[in-house]
Every structure is written in C-alpha cells, then in structure tokens.
C-alpha cells in the first residue's frame, strides 16, 4: 500500500478536485484525516460524486468539525484536542489518497501542523493554483517540505497555463511536473475521468 497525500499551497486551491483525479486515476481509496466544515457536502461526498471506478473504499474522517476554519479554531469551539498521534491511517490493502486540510502549516494544535500528518514514505502531491503570489507561496511550501527531509513531491498546476510562473516554480522546486487542470466551467466525473486519463502514467512514475 502507497500513500498519495494531497497538499496545496494554501486553501481553495483545488486539493480536493485533485484528490478525486488521482484517486481515480490509481483506483486507490480516499481519506481525509481533518474535515473542517461542510459536514453535510464534505470533501469526501466531493470525491465520491466525481469518480466512477467500483475500487475505492472511502475511510472516515479522523476529525469531522462543524466550523469551517483552522482546524485547530474549528476543534477548541468542539471542545476537543486535536492529536496527530491520534490520527491512524485506515487499514486497507490498496493505495491510498490522503487530502490535506489547508497548507503545509495550518496548525491543528499548539504544537502540530497539516506537516505532521505527511509520512516519510508519502508520496505527496503539492497542488498550486495560479494567482499573484502563487509562485511565493509555491516556493515556500517547496521549502517547508524540503526541510522536514521530503523530496518525493510533484506538482500539479491548477489553472490554464501561465509559462513563466510554471517554468520558475519548477525549476527553482526541482520537483516534477505532474499535470495541469485547467479553468472548468464544472466539475463532474467526465472531467475527473478526463484528468485522471492523462495524470496516470506520471502518477505511477512519482
């Protein structure tokens, strides 16, 4: 069993669309450790509308709170502690695709980061969005992952392609380049499958 784990270089940059591609480009099973708000219309209910393969077992969240913000916000107005101790990976026999909540840094405790959730044997996928200061924000989380000693990372653009910010993030990144999604009017699971189709053979090189 691989674990995939599904970053981003901050919020709303599409970890979860990606998460579902790569979940069924791999057939893998999904997870999300931290669900932080949208407990009716999570990210999970997300992925399982948008893949059509019959293989992927969906695993429950660690943590399901109600507010959607910083887990750590979200888990002091539930009342309860947080621990990345405390958060086991299922148990399953086939790949599996672990998202993210947030950036590298969103804390889920005093003490404890979205960071601490990666393995060192993770493959993990930094998802990065195109917007003014997207090439910051990409390079910074490139050196967080850097530093906690993870070099088994690539990228995946989210957006219609932009040249120069690809060309640089990659080259001073030095991590591969996975795929890019571009600009969709929707989200469904042609698309997914669509995305899922041209990502497969990079996925399985990672």
């Keep these: 069993m691989q674990r995939y784990f599904i970053t981003g270089i901050g919020t709303e940059v599409g970890k979860t669309v990606v998460s579902a591609i790569v979940t069924e480009a791999l057939k893998a099973d999904y997870w999300k450790p931290i669900q932080a708000g949208d407990l009716d219309f999570?990210?999970?209910?997300?992925?399982?509308?948008?893949?059509?393969?019959?293989?992927?077992?969906?695993?429950?969240?660690?943590?399901?709170?109600?507010?959607?913000m910083s887990p750590h916000a979200a888990a002091e107005i539930?009342?309860?502690?947080?621990?990345?101790?405390?958060?086991?990976?299922?148990?399953?026999?086939?790949?599996?695709?672990?998202?993210?909540?947030?950036?590298?840094?969103?804390?889920?405790?005093?003490?404890?980061t979205i960071l601490d959730l990666i393995l060192p044997t993770d493959k993990v996928i930094l998802v990065s969005r195109h917007y003014l200061g997207s090439i910051n924000h990409s390079l910074l989380s490139a050196e967080v992952l850097k530093a906690k000693g993870i070099t088994n990372v690539g990228i995946i653009f989210n957006?219609?392609?932009?040249?120069?910010?690809?060309?640089?993030?990659?080259?001073?990144?030095?991590?591969?380049?996975?795929?890019?999604?571009?600009?969709?009017?929707?989200?469904?699971?042609?698309?997914?499958?669509?995305y899922a189709n041209q990502l497969q053979q990079r996925l399985a090189e990672l």
């Design 42 to 68: 999570s990210d999970t209910h997300k992925v399982q509308q948008w893949i059509n393969n019959k293989e992927t077992k969906f695993h429950k969240n660690s943590y399901a709170l109600q507010t959607p």
């Design 78 to 112: 539930d009342h309860i502690q947080i621990s990345a101790k405390a958060i086991q990976t299922p148990k399953t026999t086939n790949n599996l695709v672990v998202e993210g909540a947030g950036g590298l840094l969103v804390p889920i405790n005093d003490t404890e």
């Design 159 to 194: 957006g219609n392609e932009h040249k120069t910010t690809e060309a640089i993030i990659l080259k001073k990144t030095g991590f591969p380049f996975l795929g890019r999604i571009n600009e969709e009017a929707t989200i469904n699971a042609e698309i997914v499958s669509k």
